[in-house]
């Protein structure tokens, strides 16, 4: 139990300041640390967590607190999601207030230019960790392939998708 | 620390009244728990429209410092702002406030998710739930993608990260210890970025 919040721990704070570029970029290792090298959790566990809290109001990366929930109860749960905040919001708190004062500084717009493709390949895992346990008939890929593109064109308010796929799904015709 | 805190004050001039911390908890915690499907655009909407903390010009060029920080882009815009205004405590009021009701909603949907796993009916909802988490997802990816720079180092940097990451499963610490120090000095090199 107290190694297992030490793991947490550890781990979300770890997770929390390689998140450059939102939370989401960390999800691909997340998986493979907790489902392949710990079996805190199932893949298919992980993922129903992921879309679970897509459809819950709040930040991106709270998918953390259910998985501290499965792995160690409510300690685990809490553990967790101060792990992902705290951290990073320290870094913010003292880099953040710095850089606000130096954003003429010549090497941050390369920070940013260099690390946004590397954002980009890391948000591509995610998706492929997600799609590849989700994805697994021809009505499900057809849904993720139209939920791509309206969030892509449009500027509709992501919860709806997430709220007509949970319909279609009750439906029962995924 | 006194000069620190003594430039974020003067940006605070256009502001009638700096809120308290209370004003910065209780407002994002409203952000939180009406942030449905992504918080940026009612942390946007509160700070903006609503609060008259920030005028949209000034939001606009704190957003890019709050995504390039490590963690949700809000969570930092959260600090930031609770930082200019109230130092180390506004922070931890804006963030507290922010992940309040988040929190509590996310612990109570596993309980209900551990209790309901083998029903049907959850199995029905997540069957439809999941595709389009998924599809999210591959959005934000789409939308990044048409932002990069049209040029060879940009592709280049995205399938070694993708490999490593998302095929390989290297582990992220190592990856990002070497992948982000390359990416960042070529982009120094590249004279375009620097002006």
Redo the contacts between chains.
């Keep these: 139990m107290w190694t297992t919040l030490l793991d947490l721990l550890l781990h979300g704070v770890?997770?929390?300041?390689?998140?450059?570029?939102?939370?989401?970029v960390?999800l691909?290792?997340i998986q493979?640390y907790t489902v392949?090298t710990r079996h805190w959790l199932t893949a298919a566990q992980f993922?129903?967590?992921?879309?679970?809290?897509?459809?819950?109001?709040?930040?991106?990366?709270?998918a953390v607190?259910?998985i501290g929930?499965?792995a160690a109860g409510?300690p685990g749960?809490?553990v967790s999601?101060l792990a992902?905040?705290?951290?990073?919001?320290c870094?913010?708190?003292f880099?953040?207030?710095?850089?606000?004062?130096h954003?003429e500084v010549?090497?941050?717009?390369?920070?940013?230019?260099?690390?946004?493709?590397?954002?980009?390949?890391?948000?591509?895992?995610?998706?492929?960790?997600?799609?590849r346990e989700?994805?697994i008939n021809a009505m499900?890929?057809g849904?993720?392939?139209?939920?791509?593109?309206?969030?892509?064109r449009s500027k509709l308010?992501?919860?709806?998708?997430?709220l007509?796929?949970?319909?279609?799904?009750?439906?029962?015709v995924? | 620390m006194t000069a620190l805190t003594s430039k974020p004050a003067a940006d605070t001039a256009s502001v009638p009244d700096a809120p308290t911390c209370f004003e910065l908890f209780h407002n994002f915690a409203i952000v939180g728990l009406t942030g449905f499907g992504g918080v940026l655009p009612w942390a946007r909407r509160m700070i903006v429209e609503r609060r008259g903390w920030l005028s949209d010009l000034e939001f606009a060029e704190l957003l890019p410092l709050a995504q390039l920080l490590p963690g949700p882009n809000v969570a930092n815009i959260a600090t930031l702002l609770g930082r200019r205004y109230r130092g180390a405590a506004g922070s931890a009021a804006a963030v507290f406030g922010l992940y309040l009701f988040p929190t509590i909603i996310t612990i109570l949907l596993g309980y209900a998710y551990q209790r309901w796993s083998d029903s049907p009916i959850m199995h029905r909802l997540l069957s439809g739930l999941m595709p389009a988490a998924a599809g999210l997802m591959i959005a934000t990816v789409l939308k990044l993608v048409v932002s990069l720079p049209r040029n060879v180092q940009s592709l280049v940097f995205v399938c070694m990260t993708f490999a490593a990451v998302g095929l390989l499963t290297l582990p992220l610490l190592a990856v990002l210890a070497v992948l982000g120090p390359l990416a960042t000095w070529l982009a120094w090199r590249t004279p375009a970025v620097r002006s």
């Excluded at chain 1, 880099?95 to 004062?101: A, P, S, T």
């Excluded at chain 1, 007509?164 to 029962?172: D, E, K, P, T």
């Design positions: 770890m997770w929390s300041m390689l998140a450059v570029g939102g939370s989401n960390t691909a290792d493979h392949e993922v129903s967590f992921y879309s679970i809290t897509q459809a819950a109001p709040g930040p991106n990366g709270m607190a259910l929930l499965q409510l749960a809490l999601t992902n905040c705290v951290p990073s919001s870094i913010a708190f880099v953040g207030g710095w850089f606000e004062q954003h010549r090497w941050v717009g390369a920070v940013r230019h260099g690390l946004a493709p590397v954002t980009v390949g890391l948000l591509a895992s995610a998706s492929f960790v997600l799609a989700i994805d499900r890929i849904l993720t392939v139209v939920c791509a593109a309206i969030a892509f308010n992501p919860i709806w998708l997430v007509a796929g949970a319909m279609l799904g009750l439906s029962g995924m």
